[in-house]
């Protein structure tokens, strides 16, 4: 089993910036890609960003420039830095970890972009 613990979420003014956490535990995880994710009122979620155990990344075309994954292997923790936020980054965002067989999911945190 897998437990994933976002941090970092919270009221920001348009153009600031905010650094996402996300801690995985427990044992027996083989991590192909993690990743993050958000949902905002109303719409579907979305992926925002995502890196896989090679390192590579892919971003949503609305955060590439201004968000940046990465993921501190020794630590188990995956970040999301995100600049430049705008009043349409407000969503639930969520963790995510793509196993061999199974794909978890952390319980979210809330960002709010306004003024």
């Known amino acids: 089993q897998v437990q994933l613990v976002e941090s970092g979420g919270g009221l920001v003014q348009p153009g600031g910036s905010l650094r996402l956490s996300c801690l995985a535990s427990?044992?027996?995880?083989?991590?192909?890609?993690m990743g993050w994710y958000r949902r905002a009122p109303g719409k579907p979620r979305d992926l925002v960003a995502r890196i896989t155990s090679g390192s590579s990344t892919n971003y949503a075309d609305s955060v590439k420039g201004r968000f940046t994954i990465s993921r501190d292997n020794a630590k188990n923790t995956m970040y999301l830095q995100m600049n430049s936020l705008k009043p349409e980054d407000t969503a639930v965002y969520y963790c995510?970890?793509?196993?061999?067989?199974?794909?978890?999911w952390g319980q979210g945190t809330q960002v709010t972009v306004s003024s």
């Open positions: 427990g044992s027996n995880f083989n991590i192909r890609a």
């Open positions: 995510n970890l793509e196993s061999t067989w199974v794909t978890y």
